[in-house]
């Protein structure tokens, strides 16, 4: 399979799609905040041989390893009302193959896409704890498996050569600039395929989106999914009441054409995500 071109700009045509398909997502509700104009990305090199550091965002989900269940956390429940979650139960299948469990700083877990055969986007607070404006609190220790079902990771896993993610979530943790991309150190996408993503400015209310991840309620590399309606949108962020826990940070919110629409990002009484404008777009078509 060949790297392809799959930023699609669209304006308000997206809102004629629906969908069927869902991947998965985080944790604590946040009060929205203003949005810019543009993305302000920042690229960080990995040190593969960093084995300690900063801690993870509490919005990260926290796992041992050893134990078939979540283990702590900071993670806020949000399963909303009557648990609609459905178990993946053939990740090998598209576009469950395309999604992926990441590990990192020792134990934490979110969710994330393939984007390309060696990208993956996911949240912001994956990548880096957010607020502090520091280089010292990127993430360490990126493991990504795709595809993957309980104890068995039916591509393998690859390690991480580089991050990118937005200098107001790293400044701020401003959540309109919750992105997060993972440069992989292998070609995995050329076997499991990618998801395509649409970048738009026109109001996706009423879309049937779904979100689709590892949540960290449900027993370790268990893949989780829910299709529902964006019901409010803003600048750059959406709002849905698909039910997710933490560990599903970053997981896709994507449409009937399995195109991504937004980023999960946050849980609580009502789930939200970082949207993709045409301008974060055309940044994830530059790195991918």
């Known amino acids: 399979m060949k790297k392809q071109n ?51 965002s509490p919005l990260a989900d926290k796992y041992k390893f050893f134990q078939p269940f979540k283990n702590g956390g900071a993670s806020t429940d949000s ?3 009557a648990d609609g979650r459905v178990k993946i139960t053939n990740t090998t299948a598209a576009p469950s ?6 590990e990192f700083n020792g134990g934490y877990i979110c969710s994330g896409a393939l984007i390309s055969d060696d990208t993956v986007l996911t949240a912001g607070h994956c990548v880096h704890e957010g607020g502090t404006g520091s280089e010292a609190d990127y993430s360490w220790g990126i493991k990504v498996a795709p595809g993957r079902n309980g104890s068995t990771d039916p591509y393998g896993s690859c390690g991480a050569t580089n991050i990118y993610t937005d200098q107001r979530w790293i400044d701020s943790a401003n959540t309109n600039a919750d ?18 993503y649409s970048g738009t400015t026109a109001s996706l209310n ?7 991840g590892y949540p960290g309620d449900k027993p370790f590399g268990t893949m989780w999914s829910m299709t529902g309606p964006i019901e409010s949108t803003q ?3 959406v709002f849905y009441k698909m039910d997710t826990y933490g560990g599903q940070s970053g997981a896709p919110v994507y449409n009937s054409s399995n ?16 949207r993709i404008t045409p301008t974060l777009a055309n940044y994830l078509t530059s790195v991918k």
């Open 235 to 237: 600048a750059e962020k």
């Open 97 to 102: 193959r395309s999604i992926v469990q990441i």
């Open 179 to 196: 992105w997060g991309v993972i440069k992989l150190d292998c070609t995995i996408g050329n076997t499991t395929g990618w998801l395509n």
């Open 206 to 212: 009423g879309i049937n989106v779904t979100v689709r």
């Open 6 to 56: 799959v930023a699609l700009l669209v304006g308000a045509a997206v809102i004629a799609l629906t969908s069927s398909l869902g991947g998965a997502a985080v944790a604590s509700e946040s009060t929205p905040q203003p949005a810019q104009s543009e993305v302000q990305p920042v690229e960080h090199v990995v040190d593969k041989a960093q084995t300690s550091g900063s801690d993870a």
């Open 259 to 274: 195109t991504i629409v937004a980023i999960h990002t946050n849980g609580g009484s009502s789930n939200s995500g970082t």
């Open 79 to 81: 399963v909303i009302g």
